[in-house]
């Protein structure tokens, strides 16, 4: 499960469904454990995951 605060610069998050694609240009400045960082980030439903390099 990818959340903005397990995201930094550089990653690439992937959606295998569709195929999207989302590189990560500024890390968030929100605390671990707030709202805005405990809900995953989804595309088509499912969760997107970190492409490998």
């Known amino acids: 499960?990818?959340?903005?605060?397990?995201?930094?610069?550089?990653d690439i998050y992937?959606?295998?469904v569709c195929g999207l694609e989302l590189k990560?240009?500024?890390s968030c400045s929100c605390g671990e454990g707030q709202?805005?960082?405990t809900v995953p980030l989804q595309?088509?439903?499912q969760d997107m995951?970190?492409?490998?390099?």
């Open 1 to 10: 499960m990818a959340n903005c605060a397990d995201m930094k610069p550089g």
């Open 14 to 16: 992937v959606c295998n």
């Open 24 to 26: 990560v240009e500024k």
């Open 35 to 37: 709202a805005s960082c």
């Open 43 to 45: 595309c088509c439903g």
């Open 49 to 53: 995951v970190k492409k490998s390099a």
